[in-house]
């Protein structure tokens, strides 16, 4: 009865530990849930990064547009002028002239608008015979309006660099949230390596209390003659070698814990234990429908969609760029001339022109040069985009294919945890019963817990397939 007590008492103890153990921590720390630590690492400086990086591109845009703005000029001059040979004219002319006008481009159709005025005050000395005041004052008000007929018809190439940073934008966006799930790829897989460590400890004390059961009751045995000293010796060996894995243990849990307080400065990862079934299953996945899916929806392949609209946007801009320059440009103006300056106001004398200006490029090789390169990156960018959705399907296809794998292989490690529970009880039987050697207890044991790190271990490769499975489908920036 005695030897037969050595298994009940260490069950007995176990369980003891253990409720103990759970109480503890429901007393002294707190819980931290998956999705609560994923929300907290949604407060990291990178996921500010990436509306920054929007905003810049946003004002830089503004600035461009900053182009359609109304323009003010003004001008001031004066000139003295003595010809070589005043055979017909003044012999000096004495000027003063004032000028102001605004401008506009208009982005909708690419025409510019100027208006400006004209106010000169002049002091000539000149033959009286021609009838000519020596002093006079001129104003002059002029309208002038160029549209395009050929060559940025439209207003393409005025909005050109405006309309490239639409796409500067998305993309920045897009490779924003790309990079932030990568973030919480990394730190939701150190939330499985947190909960894999909490879980081995346990596996570890709980061999610890058995280990120091035995060797107390094999000391007992020892002084009573019952067994050799070898098998105490045994026993301190076997508790020896698990007090220093809970000690490798708890170094790494230590070291985790402060990279993690270094991540999430809001949360005091000393005092909370995170909360994670890894031993809960999922429903098996059907590669098809989640590769067709991944494929049409990936944010990293319409992001190098986008990039290749743009260089297809900048071509357009290329193309109109090439064709000739012809505008209609139109003048209206009003004018008077006077020797006194108050009827100089009265504009009173029209006129009025029209005209084609014409401008042709000769040669045209920078913009073909641009438009051949425009080209080669489009090439290099589908290429990229056809590289990649192999990638992606490869990868999707391996992850798939262990996550369906590990529905059984977790179901056989549960098994043999079973098997390996029941060789220990036998084993325990024979060594109290004086048939067995403390040697196979101690081996059994061995086996029982490393079944049980085993399905732990397989039993987290599953969690972070999991959580590969969330980030390659673009799904675990949105839990």
């Not at 000293?229 to 809970?246: C, K, M, P, T, W």
């Not at 794998?405 to 390996?420: F, H, R, V």
């Not at 067995?436 to 972070?464: C, H, M, P």
Request: with cysteine; glycine share 4%; hydrophobic share 40%.
């Amino acid at each position: 009865m005695e030897r037969e007590g050595i298994s009940l008492n260490a069950k007995l103890i176990i369980t003891i530990f253990v409720c103990i153990f759970s109480l503890n921590n429901i007393v002294n720390a707190e819980t931290l849930t998956f999705d609560t630590y994923l929300q907290s690492l949604k407060s990291h400086p990178i996921f500010l990064k990436g509306s920054i990086d929007k905003s810049i591109i946003e004002e830089e845009q503004q600035e461009i547009q900053t182009a359609e703005d109304w323009l003010l000029k003004s001008s001031a001059f004066y000139s003295h002028e003595e010809p070589s040979f005043a055979v017909a004219g003044p012999e000096r002319t004495d000027a003063v002239k004032l000028s102001g006008s605004v401008e506009r481009i208009f982005w909708n159709n690419g025409g510019s608008l100027q208006a400006g005025f004209q106010t000169t005050r002049a002091n000539m000395k000149i033959n009286p015979v021609y009838g000519i005041p020596s002093t006079y004052y001129e104003n002059a008000l002029t309208v002038t309006y160029s549209m395009p007929l050929l060559k940025n018809k439209k207003g393409l190439l005025h909005r050109l660099q405006h309309d490239l940073k639409n796409f500067d934008i998305d993309i920045s966006i897009s490779l924003a949230i790309e990079e932030q799930e990568n973030f919480l790829t990394t730190y939701a897989l150190r939330y499985v390596d947190w909960v894999f460590l909490l879980e081995q400890r346990k596996i570890i004390e709980e061999r610890i209390i058995i280990s120091k059961e035995l060797l107390t009751n094999n000391i007992k045995k020892r002084d009573a003659n019952l067994i050799d000293n070898i098998d105490v010796i045994r026993s301190e060996n076997a508790l020896s070698i698990a007090e220093q894995n809970l000690l490798l243990i708890n170094s790494a849990i230590e070291s985790l814990v402060s990279e993690l307080s270094e991540i999430i400065t809001n949360i005091a990862f000393q005092d909370v234990d995170p909360i994670l079934d890894v031993y809960q299953k999922y429903p098996m996945i059907d590669f098809n429908t989640e590769n067709s899916n991944m494929l049409s929806e990936s944010r990293i392949l319409k992001t190098i969609k986008t990039q290749v609209e743009q260089i297809q946007y900048l071509k357009i801009g290329l193309v109109e760029d090439n064709k000739t320059s012809l505008n209609l440009i139109t003048q209206l103006g009003l004018q008077n001339a006077e020797d006194k300056i108050v009827n100089s106001i009265v504009l009173d004398k029209p006129n009025f022109s029209i005209g084609l200006q014409l401008a042709l490029p000769l040669g045209k090789r920078s913009n073909k040069s641009k438009t051949y390169q425009a080209d080669l990156k489009i090439e290099k960018l589908k290429n990229q985009l056809d590289n990649l959705k192999r990638n992606l399907s490869s990868s999707l296809s391996k992850v798939i294919v262990q996550l369906n794998q590990y529905e059984n292989i977790l179901d056989k490690n549960k098994d043999q945890i079973q098997i390996a529970k029941k060789k220990t009880t036998e084993e325990i039987k024979l060594y109290n019963n004086g048939r067995g050697q403390l040697t196979f207890v101690i081996l059994s044991r061995d086996e029982e817990q490393a079944a049980e790190l085993s399905y732990l271990t397989n039993a987290v490769i599953y969690q972070k397939l999991r959580i590969q499975y969330y980030a390659l489908t673009d799904q675990l920036i949105a839990m």
